[in-house]
């Protein structure tokens, strides 16, 4: 554990919840799960112990279900998990807590906000999202969701439990459960084998390296099983839409706080017409949510800049890199959904695009840095999104309006239209589609965070207290620094005048996109003789040499290839052999001349 690992504690008495949301979070190294439990009194146990522990920090974030079931008495009439709440903040002001909840009654929610709860989301919240919002309200920050839309989010597989009052759904949890117990104290004891095993690794010990490959592999295999266990148990298979659960607005009892129980699946099918884009043959949200969750595997790798060009956010150290993508990704999701629930037409996309692009920039600015975060400079206070901000014209048109094919992913995003590629049409939904889109959605995502940092390098470059929390730890130094914007300097001066002329020469186009390793290069064909047409000075200049090289080259090379041949011609059989008949009298001329000296002797 490092010191940048969040620690979590989870209270939910819904133990295929738990064990979901365990699997959800397991694959991002900076959240440990310390503990979770299923009742308000062994939070307190395990926030005691914590607190009072001398060798570890306390608890960074409480995940907490609004809808526990508690046995209270009916004369109290508040609510017992607010009243926990309430005595939390009271013993624990440090500790934020996100209620993670099916509860959607505005009149209990309201009041947790007042008591100070630091956020909520709702159960099917997809986990990229839930990630960022945790990193937030650590942070210090707030989220609280204000519309309901945001409450109906499609949930994560494999995370929301069926609790279910029927005679079926009870015999099947008798059924399931003690299995899944069993695989459960299964798992627990491999990871303790596991554990065992790094304590004593060592690199020459075959036996060691076989043991830990094979519980690998088996844990594996456990987690799989829990997995597939816990899809039978969901009403659906699919991922889904929740419906609001019918709890009285009047009543505070918590029995009435009933995990969801019904989901209901939303099939729209794809149509590539723009005025019937609701109907679809595929589930519509899953077109998103495929390249979102995509996306979101592919930033938990190194993030390493492999393009051979230097990058805004290579300036960044990790943590930093990957949480503003992860910002970029929400609000990106936030503004589709914001747009679909604006009936945006066809039509109006195009020329909407350079606002809605600019509104996600400062939307992500806000979100990354902190809409009143300043630092401090000669005794005056500076706010940095302000100042941020004043570039916003400058980034728009150098970096923002110059990322391609914005326009193609959003028709294809919010309508379902078909992509081109390499000339031909491919329907939204197809395996090209999906790469293709995948490709445009990230490369986006990274031209976009490096607008973000460009002016922070601009104007705050040399800030020590901007250097210790955003940049990498190689790059703290003044001279370091400022070779990195010589740099950046350079490398836009080469794109304008000579690499994107010639990307318009050749019809194609250069996207950044997350690779296994981290960021690479892909270059894709798309027509672009529009923008031909409409060059002038020295990047028409570029690409008349371009087109000089290639009328030149063919017959050159056809020449000093020529030439070359005549030359390996005369110098073979022309040369060679006179030099070859020279030798050859040489020869014949010394044995003649070593006989007569024979002959003489005689």
């Not at 005595?87 to 008591?115: F, G, M």
């Not at 959904?337 to 920039?361: G, H, V």
């Not at 326009?407 to 293709?436: Q, V, W």
């Not at 020529?562 to 040489?586: C, D, E, H, P, W």
């Amino acid at each position: 554990m490092t010191s940048s690992t969040v620690r979590l504690l989870i209270i939910d008495d819904d133990p295929i919840f738990r064990m979901g949301l365990l699997s959800a979070l397991e694959p991002f190294s900076d959240l440990e799960v310390i503990a979770e439990v299923e009742s308000l009194e062994s939070a307190f146990r395990v926030l005691e112990t914590e607190t009072n522990s001398e060798d570890q920090k306390p608890v960074d974030l409480i995940i907490l279900e609004l809808g526990l079931k508690i046995k209270e008495n009916p004369a109290l009439k508040t609510h017992p998990v607010l009243d926990f709440c309430q005595q939390l903040k009271t013993q624990y002001p440090q500790i934020p807590i996100l209620l993670l909840t099916t509860v959607k009654l505005q009149n209990l929610l309201l009041s947790a906000q007042k008591i100070g709860v630091d956020g909520y989301c709702n159960k099917g919240i997809p986990v990229r999202e839930l990630v960022i919002i945790i990193n937030q309200l650590v942070a210090g920050e707030r989220y609280w969701l204000e519309s309901l839309a945001a409450l109906n989010r499609e949930p994560f597989m494999g995370i929301v439990s069926r609790k279910t009052g029927s005679l079926l759904g009870n015999i099947q949890g008798f059924l399931v459960q003690p299995g899944m117990r069993q695989i459960e104290q299964a798992i627990a004891e491999v990871n303790q084998e596991i554990k065992r095993n790094l304590e004593q690794f060592n690199q020459q010990d075959t036996i060691t390296i076989i043991n830990k490959l094979i519980l690998t592999g088996k844990r594996r295999e456990l987690l799989t099983a829990r997995w597939i266990v816990s899809q039978l148990l969901s009403e659906e298979t699919s991922p889904s839409l929740e419906v609001s659960a019918q709890v009285s607005s009047d009543n505070f009892n918590a029995d009435n706080y009933e995990p969801l129980k019904n989901y209901q699946s939303i099939a729209l099918v794809i149509n590539s017409d723009p005025a019937n884009h609701k109907s679809s043959g595929i589930v519509a949200n899953n077109l998103k949510s495929v390249l979102f969750d995509k996306t979101v595997i592919k930033l938990q790798s190194g993030l390493i800049n492999l393009t051979g060009m230097p990058l805004e956010i290579d300036i960044l150290r990790l943590s930093k890199k990957r949480e503003l993508l992860y910002i970029l990704l929400k609000q990106l999701e936030i503004l589709l959904d914001e747009l679909i629930l604006s009936d945006l037409q066809y039509e109006q996309l195009a020329e909407k695009i350079p606002n809605l692009i600019t509104d996600f920039w400062q939307a992500a600015t806000f979100d990354f840095f902190g809409k009143y975060y300043t630092v401090t400079k000669n005794n005056q206070n500076i706010e940095i999104v302000t100042i941020i901000l004043k570039d916003a014209d400058l980034i728009q048109n150098n970096i923002l309006n110059k990322i391609p094919l914005v326009k193609d992913l959003f028709e294809h995003l919010l309508f379902y239209r078909p992509l081109t590629i390499d000339n031909l049409s491919c329907p939204a939904g197809g395996l090209d589609a999906m790469e293709r889109a995948e490709a445009l959605l990230q490369n986006l995502l990274i031209q976009v965070a490096n607008a973000i940092i460009q002016p922070l390098l601009n104007s705050f470059s040399d800030y020590e207290e901007i250097k210790l929390k955003f940049y990498d730890r190689r790059l703290l130094s003044t001279r370091e620094i400022e070779k990195f914007r010589n740099s950046l300097s350079w490398r836009y001066r080469l794109e304008q005048y000579v690499a994107e002329p010639k990307a318009i020469f050749e019809s194609s186009y250069l996207l950044l996109v997350l690779g296994e390793r981290g960021i690479q290069k892909q270059v894709i064909y798309y027509p672009r003789r529009d923008e031909l047409e409409k060059l002038s000075g020295i990047p028409l200049t570029v690409t008349l040499i371009l087109e000089t090289r290639d009328a030149v080259a063919p017959p050159l090379r056809a020449a000093i290839s020529f030439v070359g041949s005549a030359i390996i011609y005369v110098l073979t059989n022309v040369v060679g052999r006179g030099l070859g008949l020279i030798g050859k009298g040489i020869i014949q001329g010394i044995g003649t001349s070593f006989q007569d000296s024979r002959t003489g002797k005689k």
